[in-house]
């Protein structure tokens, strides 16, 4: 029966060396698993980080793009507004001056006018040329003038004469 005690003493020892190699070898492929996971994780996290970095750098360019097109745009509108404001400013001050010249050439020929009225109602010493309604003529004298008919080549003048 020893022989038997010893045999269950040493397959008691065996298995206990077979379990504590087996944990051994248990943790050091666990280790290795956990090392290759670790280094797995890390890869996927480096690759992740530069997804975003190249995603945050393409975001970045984009919105730059965007920033000089709306500059661009804006630029082109204000210089726009800019320039169809000269346009009507330089049509404005030209229709003003060409009105102006239109204002001072009327003024100089009614005054022109008002002069040549003056000299011929002095030569005519007022008398006036009025129409009525119903087509009669008539010729009105100023206030103190008297007339002299005149026979002259077969016609009557008239001649004016102040009292």
Do not use: C
């Not at 709306?70 to 210089?79: E, H, K, M, N, P």
């Not at 060409?98 to 010493?125: C, F, P, S, V």
């Amino acid at each position: 029966m020893s022989s038997l005690l010893t045999l269950a003493k040493d397959l008691e020892q065996q298995s206990k060396a077979r379990q504590q190699s087996t944990g051994e070898m248990l943790k050091a492929a666990f280790s290795e698993h956990e090392q290759s996971v670790r280094a797995e994780l890390s890869a996927s996290a480096r690759r992740i980080s530069d997804a975003i970095l190249a995603h945050e750098q393409s975001m970045s360019e984009a919105m730059e793009k965007n920033r000089r097109s709306v500059l661009r745009t804006a630029g082109r509108t204000w210089l726009t507004i800019l320039m169809v404001s000269a346009l009507l400013i330089g049509t404005s001050g030209s229709i003003l001056w060409w009105q102006g010249q239109q204002i001072t050439d009327n003024y100089t020929h009614l005054r022109q006018q008002e002069d040549t009225l003056a000299k011929m109602t002095a030569r005519t010493w007022g008398v006036r040329y009025q129409e009525s309604s119903d087509g009669r003529r008539f010729l009105i004298l100023p206030p103190g003038m008297q007339t002299e008919a005149i026979p002259y080549d077969g016609t009557t003048w008239i001649r004016l004469k102040q009292e």
